[in-house]
């Protein structure tokens, strides 16, 4: 899977339907606001990598897209010695057989 660009904030397209989207240095609401627009924009099935901080978007964003009907894979830190809030996060998630958000 191609990474995000360092504070692109971009979302990233990837190998085999998967995409990849650095919401490292946003606050919430918007952490969830481009995380839904970025699964929008997926077919049902691909996967999106959201790279993520922050002690509310690391409790709110997993929980709203599963409460929105779509798979919570994974949230792993990223380096196993920092797993605290402000440490970044890898969430895994695969969006949901008909839908659209």
């Known amino acids: 899977m191609n990474k995000p660009e360092a504070g692109s904030g971009g979302a990233r397209a990837g190998a085999r339907?998967?995409?990849a989207l650095d919401i490292t240095a946003d606050i919430c609401p918007?952490?969830?606001?481009?995380?839904k627009l970025a699964i929008e924009r997926l077919a049902a099935g691909?996967?999106?990598?959201?790279?993520?901080?922050?002690?509310?978007?690391?409790?709110n964003?997993?929980?709203s897209?599963?409460?929105h009907g779509h798979t919570v894979l994974e949230l792993v830190p990223e380096n196993a010695a920092a797993t605290g809030p402000d440490a970044p996060h890898r969430l895994r998630v695969?969006?949901?057989v008909g839908r659209k958000d």
Request: charged share 40%.
């Open 94 to 96: 695969r969006k949901a």
């Open 30 to 35: 918007m952490t969830f606001v481009r995380v």
């Open 65 to 67: 897209l599963a409460e």
């Open 46 to 59: 691909e996967t999106l990598e959201v790279r993520l901080k922050g002690e509310e978007p690391l409790r």
């Open 17 to 19: 339907g998967s995409h």
């Open 61 to 63: 964003v997993p929980r």
